[in-house]
C-alpha cells in the first residue's frame, strides 16, 4: 500500500533512511549523509503533504516526495517535455525489501499520480555514482536530460512524458 506519510511515520521514515544511508556507504555511493537529507527535511515533506511511503505488513519499506519543486540548478537544462511537471525526489527503498520491486512501485504510483493531477511530464535526478538508481530510471523509460552539479557531486537529470 502506497499513501501520504503522516507525523506519526517520521521515526519510522527516519530508521529506513538512515538504514539505507549505512547501505548505501558499505556499497560505496556517497549520496547522502547528516546533512541530507535528515529529519528536518523529512518533517517538512511531511508538513507539506508530500512525502509518501510504501507499506507492507505495518513496515515502511520506502519513501518518496512528490512535488513541484526542483533546484536552480534544473534551470540550466533544456527539458524536452512542457510544463506543468511533477518533481521525485527523496526515493528510497529500506535495504531488507531492495530488488523486490519496491521502486517500480512507487516510480509507478508516481506516473499515475502525475496523471490523474493533470502533469505532462515527470522530472528528477539521480546521484552519477548510483548505478542502480540511473538503471531503474532509465529501464522504466525516463530519458537522459543532461547533469547538474550538487553538494555531493554530478547528478544525471531525467524526464519522462505523461500521457
Same mark, same amino acid.
Given at each position: 500500500?502506497?499513501?501520504?506519510?503522516?507525523?506519526?511515520?517520521?521515526?519510522?521514515?527516519?530508521?529506513?533512511?538512515?538504514?539505507?544511508?549505512?547501505?548505501?556507504?558499505?556499497?560505496?555511493?556517497?549520496?547522502?549523509?547528516?546533512?541530507?537529507?535528515?529529519?528536518?527535511?523529512?518533517?517538512?515533506?511531511?508538513?507539506?503533504?508530500?512525502?509518501?511511503?510504501?507499506?507492507?505488513?505495518?513496515?515502511? +519499506?520506502?519513501?518518496?516526495? /512528490? #512535488? %513541484?519543486?526542483?533546484?536552480?540548478? =534544473?534551470?540550466?537544462?533544456?527539458?524536452?517535455? $512542457?510544463?506543468?511537471?511533477?518533481?521525485?525526489?527523496?526515493?528510497?527503498?529500506?535495504?531488507?525489501?531492495?530488488?523486490?520491486?519496491?521502486?517500480?512501485?512507487?516510480?509507478?504510483?508516481?506516473?499515475?499520480?502525475?496523471?490523474?493531477?493533470?502533469?505532462?511530464?515527470?522530472? +528528477?535526478?539521480?546521484?552519477? /555514482? #548510483? %548505478?542502480?538508481?540511473?538503471?531503474? =530510471?532509465?529501464?522504466?523509460?525516463?530519458?537522459? $536530460?543532461?547533469?547538474?552539479?550538487?553538494?555531493?557531486?554530478?547528478?544525471?537529470?531525467?524526464?519522462?512524458?505523461?500521457?
Amino acid at each position: 500500500m502506497i499513501r501520504k506519510s503522516v507525523s506519526n511515520d517520521l521515526i519510522k521514515i527516519e530508521k529506513v533512511l538512515e538504514d539505507v544511508k549505512a547501505h548505501m556507504c558499505i556499497k560505496g555511493i556517497d549520496q547522502w549523509d547528516s546533512e541530507y537529507p535528515n529529519k528536518d527535511i523529512l518533517k517538512q515533506d511531511i508538513k507539506h503533504k508530500a512525502g509518501y511511503i510504501c507499506i507492507e505488513n505495518g513496515e515502511i +519499506l520506502s519513501y518518496m516526495v /512528490l #512535488n %513541484e519543486s526542483c533546484d536552480k540548478e =534544473y534551470n540550466l537544462l533544456t527539458w524536452k517535455y $512542457a510544463s506543468p511537471f511533477l518533481v521525485i525526489h527523496r526515493l528510497f527503498v529500506s535495504p531488507s525489501a531492495q530488488g523486490k520491486g519496491i521502486s517500480s512501485k512507487m516510480i509507478k504510483y508516481a506516473e499515475l499520480y502525475a496523471l490523474e493531477n493533470s502533469y505532462r511530464s515527470i522530472r +528528477l535526478d539521480a546521484f552519477s /555514482l #548510483n %548505478e542502480i538508481a540511473n538503471a531503474v =530510471y532509465l529501464k522504466k523509460g525516463y530519458e537522459f $536530460a543532461g547533469t547538474v552539479i550538487f553538494r555531493k557531486g554530478l547528478f544525471n537529470c531525467y524526464e519522462k512524458a505523461i500521457k
